[in-house]
Every structure is written in C-alpha cells, then in structure tokens.
C-alpha cells in the first residue's frame, strides 16, 4: 500500500511536527491516506549506532537505512524535514545529552587508540556532517517559491536595508593556491577501483583505498594551501582592522564537515595570532582545538592550570584586532565562538538583506569584510553585493525570482564533506590511482594543507539536464547552467551538459527555449538583471551552488528561504519532499525553552505535504489524496492571505496558532468540495467546530506564551512533555479526535 513517510529530524522542525502531524495524520486518516514517521535526527541516528551496548526498549533502528532503500523504489513518498548536519561540538553534546538521559553511549574518540575507539569513532563519524542528505537525494532538485508565496510576497513585501554606493562591505577571497585554482578532473572511461595514495619522503601512506567508480564518472581533486590560508587570513584580519569594517568569516562547517572545521580553525588562530603563539601547545595538550571554536576553547579553559591568564590574553587579543562580527551580541558571542553558528548560505543572504552589514559588540550594524577563504563560489555573492552598491536595495514588490535544478542524486559531491578530504600530515605528493595503479591526478602538498577529491556520478548529470530542460519548458523561463570552463570540474560537466542537450531522447525537442551555460559571477550577474526587471530565471548549479542559491534568492525576495517548495523527483520513480531550506533553526528552541514561544513557520510543510499528497494520488489512484492536495493548497493560500504565519514577539499566534489556522482553512476546504459528498461530510462538522470555537483555542495557545516550557531534553526531547508543549489547546486536541 503506498503511504506517506514523515520524518522527525530536529530542533524546531521537530518540536513543530510534534503540533503539526496529529493534524496531518487525523485528516489523512479520513481520507485513507496512510502516514508513518521515522526518526532520522541526529540522536536517533547516534542511538541506531549501538544497538548492542543499550537496552531493548532504548534501541532504534537505522531508519536512514531504511529511508535510503526506500528512495530507490518507486513507491518512496518522503516527506524530509531540516535536520542537523552535525559539527563536532553539536554531535559531542548530543552524545553528552543522551548519555545523561540514561543512554550507556561512548565517548567521542579524539584521538582513537584502541581498536574499540576506532569502531566507536568510524560508527560516531557515519553520523557527523550532512549524513542524510546524499542517502535519500536519489534523485536532483527542483526548488521554487510557489507563485502564492510570491504573490504575497508581492503584495506583502517584507524589510530591506537601504544600500549606499559608498558601503564598505566586501567579500575577500583567496583566489589563488585554493580549491578552486588547484582542482584538476577526469571522466573515467570505464568501471574502475581508485585509491588515493600520499607519497611522501618515508614512502607511501594510503588515505583512502577501494573506491568504486562507475563509466563516465566525473573525478575531482584539489587542495588548499595551509601557508596561502594563513597569508590570506593575516592580510583579511589587517585589512579590516584598516578600514574599520567588521571581520567576519563565512563557511560551512556543517555540510563541509572535514575541510571547514580546519579553516575555521586557521580563521580563529590568524584573528588571535599571539595566543596561540604562546599557548597553542598547552591548549592543544588539554584537547582545546581552535576548529572547534572560540566558544568551546573558553570553555574548556576551567580544566587548564593558567585558565585565566589564557583567558585574559584572549580578551586583550579580541580588543587589540578588528571590531569582529556578532552571533550574539549581548551574549558577547561572536562570529568566532562556534564554526556551526555562522552558515555561509545562511549569514550572507542575510547580511545583503541588511544593507550588507553585520552587528557589532554594541548591537549595531556595521559594514563587513565577508571572509570567504576559497574563490569557488565568492563572486556569487561578491556581485550581488557589487549590484546592490550600483542599484540599491532590491525591491520585493516587482522583483523576479531565481528558482533551482540541482545537482544532487547519488551524493553528487564538490566539496569536503565526504570520506574523501584530508588534512595532509606530512609534504609529498598526493595521487589518485586507478586499478591498474596508473596516476590519474596528482598534487603536491605541503603538511597542513586539506586534499579532497570529489565524485559526480553520468546517470545523476543527465537526469539533471533533462530536468533542467523539464523545467525551462514548463515555464518558459531561461535555464542558466552555473558552470565555469576554467574551472576543471565544471568543464568536464559542460562537456557533458552539451552532449545531452542534443540527445532528444533524453530531454526532446529544445527549440524555442533559452538554455544558456555562464559561469556564476556572470550568471549572478545576468539573473540580477532579469530581477530587477520582474522577471524569472531558473539557475542549474551543482550541489554547493544549489544550497547556497536556494536561500540567497528566497531571502532576497521572500525575507525567508523557508517557504520554499521543495521536490525532489527521485530518478527511480519514487518522489522525496523538503520542507524547504531555512536550517533547523536552534535559536527558536531556545526561545520556546525560555518563554513557551516558537516562531518556527511550517509554510514549508504545507507545500510538501501538498506536494506529497498529489503525488501519492497520481501513483496509487487515490482520488481522496488528489482532494486533500488540491484543498491544502486552497487552504494555504487563505492562510497567507489572512497572514496566519507566526508572529515576532509574545502575544501574538507562533507556530502551535498558525498550524491551528491551516487545520481550520483546511477542514472547510474540503467542507465545502464538491468532488466527494462522504469526505465533505465528514469533515463539515470538524469545520464547524474549530470555526465556533475559534477565540477560544487562541486563548488556550496565547495562555501559555511567556513561561518556560520543559520538553526534556535539546537534541532528544521527552516525548510526553513535549506533546504536553506543544499541544497546550484541549478543545483543539477534542476536535482533531472526532475524525
């Protein structure tokens, strides 16, 4: 029977499942529509490592596993929720949480002696960085605003800072001895075994070996010069200082779990040089690890015989350079504290939306040097801000959208968030080797330096074309291939996107339509124009580009990326729904942690779950899910235009009133539809009764607000209490039970 699977992921997308799903699971019910859940956040994912070592009632399958083989048959309906890409300071703390919760889990290895530490580490590693998306992306993305967001958008449109011609605000990148500069590429010819081999002066060691590889397979290599890094940071940290702008670095430490932790790591020890001078020895001998933060080395400095002298040398290293971008400001937590906290894709949308300035130590903006080390990618964001100085603010009212095809099925990889990346320990050469022991690329390092290598699959390239073409067909707009022939990567793939383009099996006839191949500066360039113009563009980008495009664009004209359809037509038949980007939001917990207030919006569920549920119809000939699809969107265009989305501030509706709201909205939908008497009928009398009970479900959710809120735990939060939380409106619960 085909069904509907929703996952439980974490932090604010969890706590709003926990309001949201019993009202999905009580009208799909009614209407024969089956939906399951699985748990794919990041503690159950730590739990369905070590089955052995708890309890029977405590363990939890791999429900990621599962989820993956599933996304390979044509019956997967997934319905995926943000998840936690886990840094390694998020992924000790949920091991430390769940351990305290009674869960008998090792420690994190650090450094692995034993051959239990090696097993505990290799199993905790499977968990760390973006661990689920490349196991259930079995297919590209297609991700746009759903024309009524941006209708209301339009009609609504939300805040935008003013731009001056004479902002300070700039990107600095290396440009040269980077990834981007070094990457070399090769289309295999046949199915192969490679291996990846650092030959250095003591012979050779072997990193990574027993890499399967398919024909015509795209594989990349390159590496990040260690002594570059640190030329380039000292320049940024001086430059800053010089111009009196903030300094601020921007990467993303999450789904770049290997390469940009290192990075961040160079960022913190450039910024304070003299600290580490004198006492990176005796904070590296008590596990304090610049990669892991300014936030975890202060806090780790308690355990440290010279804590406070460590400390003030710190503070006097803060006051002594530049004015540094703020997390928290009036939490002193800065852009250094935490490598997970500040999120390229998040963090420089947001910056541009705000006249391209950050917040100081005093709560104030502040134009910024935006440090984005490797030049991959800075011009994207290096030529919105140039346009923004030349034509000011971009005005939400008449601006076109930037919709995205993305490179993404079968771990379609660019970056160092995989098996493949290394920190070099010592200089030689580092090969790529085939079977037959032949060097396919090859670089020399220096130790310090980060390698990776990279891998993008033929079969998800040319279904990535013919959806790329889908789309420009169906819409009419340009499709622009991101891809830059100096780069080696993105040249192999412009070969290749130019061969399919004239396979007409593949992708039909293209007359007519506007296909264009730019690199990414250019392209930026070429789509901000259509923008200010009111017109639309679709942007195919490989996977970096695709997360970062899909919340720069939205931010820009929507103020959120979380209102984003997002679908994945999996290559196998099978269809994974995302709610979206927008992250998981930790900041919200703490808000509904503080005073009982959770600003989370689900706009990104209701597009899924509508997404999902037409599909499921199509697949199952279920004219009942067609119904419930078609009234969920009636249902959610009345709810932005009646502005149900949660409020800012206390007193006004947050995520529990909102998913009130849709239910309403949704129950008279399908009330007053005319396709099925029994299911209109059935759902009459719940219509009635939210409507005449209105004023008083509000009182019950706004009677909570300002209290704190105990859901029992952060990444692993108490069942009980937390549907107590979350679902605090009995006559709304009574209600849901009547169906």
Not at 269 to 283: D, I, K, S, W
Request: charged letters at 25%; one cysteine or more; proline letters at 4%.
């Amino acid at each position: 029977m085909a069904k509907i699977i929703y996952t439980h992921t974490d932090e604010a997308p969890l706590l709003a499942t926990y309001s949201f799903l019993p009202i999905i699971s009580a009208y799909a019910r009614t209407a024969g529509v089956e939906v399951e859940t699985r748990d794919i956040s990041l503690a159950g994912r730590i739990i369905s490592q070590f089955p052995e070592r708890l309890t029977e009632e405590q363990r939890l399958d791999d429900a990621l596993a599962e989820l993956g083989d599933l996304a390979k048959r044509p019956e997967a309906n997934i319905i995926k929720l943000p998840n936690v890409s886990a840094s390694l300071p998020q992924l000790k703390a949920a091991i430390a949480e769940l351990q305290s919760q009674g869960y008998d889990l090792p420690d994190y290895p650090e450094s692995p002696q034993t051959d239990e530490e090696r097993e505990a580490r290799a199993r905790y590693d499977k968990v760390k960085g973006s661990a689920v998306n490349p196991v259930l992306r079995e297919g590209n993305s297609d991700r746009r605003a759903p024309a009524s967001v941006k209708n209301y958008a339009r009609s609504h449109p939300h805040s935008m800072g003013a731009w001056s011609s004479d902002s300070k605000t700039a990107v600095a990148t290396m440009g040269a001895r980077d990834f981007a500069s070094h990457e070399k590429s090769v289309v295999l010819d046949s199915d192969d075994t490679l291996s990846i081999v650092l030959v250095g002066q003591d012979g050779e060691t072997v990193l990574k070996d027993g890499l399967a590889v398919l024909a015509g397979e795209v594989v990349d290599a390159t590496f990040m010069s260690a002594a570059a890094l640190d030329e380039f940071l000292e320049a940024q940290v001086a430059r800053a200082r010089e111009e009196g702008v903030l300094f601020s670095a921007h990467l993303k430490a999450t789904m770049m779990k290997v390469s940009d932790p290192i990075i961040f790591g160079h960022v913190v020890r450039a910024f304070l040089p003299e600290v580490f001078t004198q006492y990176g020895e005796q904070l590296a001998a008590a596990g304090l690890s610049a990669n892991d933060g300014l936030g975890a080395i202060l806090a780790g400095l308690d355990k440290v015989e010279n804590g406070p002298e460590i400390k003030a040398a710190i503070e006097q290293g803060l006051s002594d350079g530049p004015a540094l971008a703020m997390v928290d400001s009036d939490k002193g937590i800065t852009n250094l504290h935490v490598p997970s906290d500040v999120i390229i894709d998040a963090s420089m949308p947001a910056m541009i939306r705000t006249s391209g300035q950050m917040w100081n130590a005093e709560g104030k903006q502040q134009d910024t040097l935006a440090v984005i080390p490797d030049s991959s990618y800075a011009g994207v964001y290096a030529a919105v801000i140039d346009d923004c100085k030349a034509h000011g603010a971009f005005d939400p009212s008449t601006m076109g959208s930037v919709s995205n095809v993305g490179l993404m099925a079968k771990a379609a990889e660019e970056y160092g968030s995989h098996d493949k990346t290394f920190e070099i320990p010592s200089a030689g050469k580092v090969q790529v080797r085939n079977a037959a022991g032949d060097v396919l690329l090859e670089h020399d390092v220096e130790a310090g330096d980060i390698w990776r290598a990279c891998q993008t699959k033929d079969e998800p390239i040319r279904d990535w074309v013919k959806l790329a073409v889908t789309r420009a067909r169906a819409t009419g707009n340009p499709a622009i291939f991101w891809l830059d022939e100096g780069r080696a990567h993105d040249a192999n793939l412009i070969t290749l996107v130019r061969r399919y383009l004239q396979d007409s099996d593949l992708v039909g006839d293209t007359d007519g339509l506007t296909i264009e191949i730019m690199a990414p500066a250019e392209a930026t360039a070429y789509s901000l124009e259509r923008i200010r113009r009111g017109e639309d563009t679709i942007s195919v980008t490989g996977n970096v580009l695709r997360d970062y495009n899909t919340d720069l664009f939205p931010i820009l004209e929507l103020g959120t990326s979380a209102k984003m359809l997002s679908v994945v037509p999996l290559m196998n038949g099978g269809g994974l729904f995302e709610t979206g980007a927008g992250g998981s939001a930790p900041k919200h917990v703490q808000q509904l942690v503080k005073e009982n207030y959770l600003r989370w919006d689900s706009l990104g569920e209701f597009f899924a779950l509508a997404a999902s549920l037409e599909h499921l119809a199509g697949f199952a000939d279920n004219a009942r899910a067609k119904i419930l699809s078609d009234t969920l969107d009636r249902a959610t265009e009345t709810f932005l235009n009646e502005d149900r989305s949660p409020g800012r501030r206390l007193g006004t509706i947050d995520n529990r009133g909102s998913h009130f709201y849709l239910a309403l909205y949704w129950a008279e939908e399908l009330a007053s539809q005319t396709d099925d008497a029994e299911l209109a009928a059935a759902f009459a009398s719940l219509a009635d009764t939210l409507r005449a009970n209105e004023q008083k479900i509000l009182d019950e959710l706004l009677a909570v607000q300002g209290q704190p809120a105990d859901i029992g735990g952060y990444y692993r939060p108490d069942e009980e209490k937390t549907n107590a939380v979350m679902r605090p409106s009995t006559t709304l619960n009574e209600a849901l039970a009547t169906l």
